[in-house]
């Protein structure tokens, strides 16, 4: 994961040191976050992939074909889901700060 918030330069860096060469954001990302100067340099060194564009190249069948891969690959590894106890959707690491205070608090 990138913190954009880091700057141009470390993050470049940090692409090198990770050997970064694919970078997955979404295009409401880099447009509220005022980020399109900062895609086109890492174009350079990797390849840029909007969620939201690779969404409409997954049909209904790669859709299902996955969910029973995974729920496959689970019951062979013994992974069982327990439910959530607050019925609060799980935290996301692209959740914003407001967004997780109102979490908590709905715990409290």
């Known amino acids: 994961m ?5 700057g141009p330069l470390n993050i470049g860096a940090a692409c090198h040191a990770a050997e970064t060469k ?3 954001t979404s295009t409401a990302f880099v447009e ?3 980020l399109g100067g900062l895609i086109e340099p890492l174009s350079r060194r990797a390849k840029i992939v909007y ?3 690779l969404r409409t190249t997954i049909s209904g069948f790669d859709k299902l074909r996955g969910f029973l891969a995974g729920a496959t690959q689970e019951r062979e ?3 069982h889901r327990t439910p959530n106890p607050n019925n609060l ?3 996301s690491t692209t ?3 407001p967004a997780r205070r109102r979490q908590c608090q709905a715990i409290a």
Do not use: C
């Open 22 to 24: 694919t970078i997955l």
């Open 2 to 6: 990138l913190n954009f918030s880091a």
């Open 32 to 34: 509220r976050g005022k």
């Open 51 to 53: 969620l939201d564009e």
């Open 95 to 97: 959740s914003s700060i």
């Open 89 to 91: 959707p799980a935290p």
């Open 77 to 79: 590894r013994g992974v």
